[in-house]
């Protein structure tokens, strides 16, 4: 089955991995192993606190990257 946005939950899922892993890998990649697992983990609320912590570059390039777009859209609804 298909979501609104033409995809099934396999590739939804896949795309919500992938843009938490870059998230990390482009703002965070010096946070510690259970920091990286609570943002896998977290709700936005959390994702967006251990970014303000971790990341050096808290500007548009990481609020309007599609990654964080399309978590804030997922978890949004």
Do not use: C
């Not at 991995?17 to 990649?29: D, E, V």
């Amino acid at each position: 089955m298909k979501d609104r946005f033409g995809y099934g939950t396999e590739d939804m899922q896949q795309m919500y991995m992938s843009a938490n892993a870059s998230l990390i890998q482009r703002f965070m990649p010096q946070a510690p192993d259970e920091k990286k697992e609570a943002f896998m983990k977290g709700d936005l609320k959390t994702k967006a606190g251990i970014l303000n912590e971790y990341s050096g570059d808290t500007d548009d390039a990481l609020w309007r990257s599609e990654e964080w777009m399309l978590l804030e859209k997922m978890h949004n609804g």
